[in-house]
Every structure is written in C-alpha cells, then in structure tokens.
C-alpha cells in the first residue's frame, strides 16, 4: 500500500506543478474574469475548486471524516493568481508528508447536510479521487484554456487521465 500512496503523493505534485506552470502564462488580469467557455465561472474558480479538495482531506486527517461538500471557498485564491499559487504550493508541502498516513481509516460523509450517509474508505484512495477530479478540472481548465488563449502553450498531457496518456502513447507505437 505504502507504494501506491508514494505513486499517489507523485502524481498529485506533479498535477499541481503542472497547473501552476501553465497558470504562470495566464495574463493576471485574465485569470479571475468570468468566461462563457467555462459556463461563467472563471480559471480562478476551478482553480480554487481544485484546491478545496485536498484541504478537505487533509482537515478530514485530523477529524477522522472527509466531506467535500463542505468546503472553505476562499475567494481570494479565485481572483488573486498568486495568492492561488502560493497556497496550491503550500497544500502541496503537507501532501508530499502524508505516506505514513496511507492505510489511515477514514469516513467519508456524502452530503453537506446532518446526518448524512457515511462510506468506509482510507487516505490513498481519497488521494486518489482527487487526482482524478483535479486531472477532470484541469481537462476543463484546458478547454477554456484553448478557446479562450489560443496563442497560449499547453503541454500535450494537461487534462488527461495518465491511463489515457498510457492509452494514447500505446496506441501511437502500433
């Protein structure tokens, strides 16, 4: 288990460098306007988004309980790219210490509301998970990305899932 927590610790810091270069080659002022692409929501908000995430498991470390319908939706990470990157950064410097946690037990709450349905998991599949859900805002970032700043440079493996990479590359040597 131990080795797929390392896997998985390796693969959410990569995203997240991955993210904050191509957030560098946004304009400052692009980063927090609303587009239309993105329906009305701006890079910032799926930036913040992605970061909520992993700050509710790592709250749900200390708690024993991981709720992702209860996030803090800090608005200065949507307008302020900077600010943005510095604390992806930081949230990645506590992720990259969490494989001693890897068979950690913890309950996952399904709702927001009291009462809600619990769900037996641990930390490295709730790792898991939000590589998934991060590589699937980032797919939508590259959309807007795209539409948006055509002219703008976008790694070839920004928004896909590394079996579709795996997939892609297999595919391409036949």
Same mark, same amino acid.
């Given at each position: 288990m131990k080795d797929i927590m390392q896997t998985n610790i390796q693969n959410f810091i990569n995203l997240i460098n991955q993210l904050i270069i191509h957030l560098n080659r946004i304009p400052?002022?692009?980063?927090?306007?609303?587009l239309q692409t993105l329906g009305n929501s701006s890079i910032g908000e799926h930036v913040r988004h992605i970061y909520n995430f992993p700050e509710c498991l790592l709250r749900g470390i200390q708690t024993g309980v991981v709720n992702y319908d209860k996030r803090i939706r800090n608005t200065q990470i949507e307008t302020n790219r900077e !600010?943005?990157?510095?604390?992806?950064?930081?949230?990645?410097? !506590?992720?990259?210490?969490l494989d001693h946690y890897s068979n950690k037990p913890l309950v996952l709450e399904v709702e927001a509301k009291e009462n809600s349905p619990r769900i037996d998991t641990n930390l490295t599949r709730e790792l898991h998970y939000i590589i998934e859900h991060t590589i699937h805002h980032m797919a939508i970032l590259r959309?807007?990305?795209?539409?948006?700043?055509?002219?703008?440079?976008?790694?070839?493996?920004?928004?896909?899932? !590394?079996?579709?990479?795996? !997939?892609?590359?297999?595919?391409?040597?036949?």
């Open positions: 400052e002022s692009e980063y927090g306007k609303k !600010y943005a990157i510095k604390c992806l950064l930081e949230q990645t410097g !506590y992720i990259i210490n959309i807007g990305m795209n539409f948006h700043f055509p002219s703008l440079e976008i790694e070839g493996s920004f928004g896909f899932a !590394y079996s579709t990479l795996e !997939y892609k590359n297999l595919t391409s040597q036949t």
